[in-house]
């Protein structure tokens, strides 16, 4: 089993940055891709960013040249950096880890809120 800690959701202005973290502990070998997923009220969950190993990213189109996705393997933690936030990229933002490439989807975390809000 793995168990995922996310922090760093909030309310942002439009514009704005946040760094979202999510911390890995358990069975970390299972965890070769980790992943951030977002859903929206009345929506389906999406992949919004993983990342093989530290080595290969994906990216959702949406997020493209806006988000970057880095880990830290030494501390176990993956990183969301999100800059220039839209107001449609208010969601809760969930970490996700697994075996799956690039949308893992083995273990959840248990999300945070982003408002991006004037």
């Known amino acids: 089993q793995v168990q995922l800690v996310e922090s760093g959701g909030g309310l942002v202005q439009p514009g704005g940055s946040l760094r979202l973290s999510c911390v890995a502990s358990?069975?970390?070998?299972?965890?070769?891709?980790m992943g951030w997923y977002r859903q929206a009220p009345g929506k389906e969950r999406e992949l919004v960013a993983a990342v093989l190993r530290g080595v290969m990213t994906n990216y959702a189109d949406s997020v493209k040249g806006r988000f970057t996705i880095s880990r830290d393997n030494a501390k176990n933690t993956v990183y969301l950096q999100m800059n220039s936030l839209k107001p449609e990229d208010t969601a809760v933002y969930y970490c996700?880890?697994?075996?799956?490439?690039?949308?893992?989807?083995?273990?959840w975390g248990q999300g945070t809120q982003v408002t991006v809000s004037s």
């Open positions: 996700s880890a697994g075996r799956q490439w690039p949308q893992p989807r083995d273990y």
């Open positions: 358990g069975n970390i070998f299972s965890t070769n891709v």
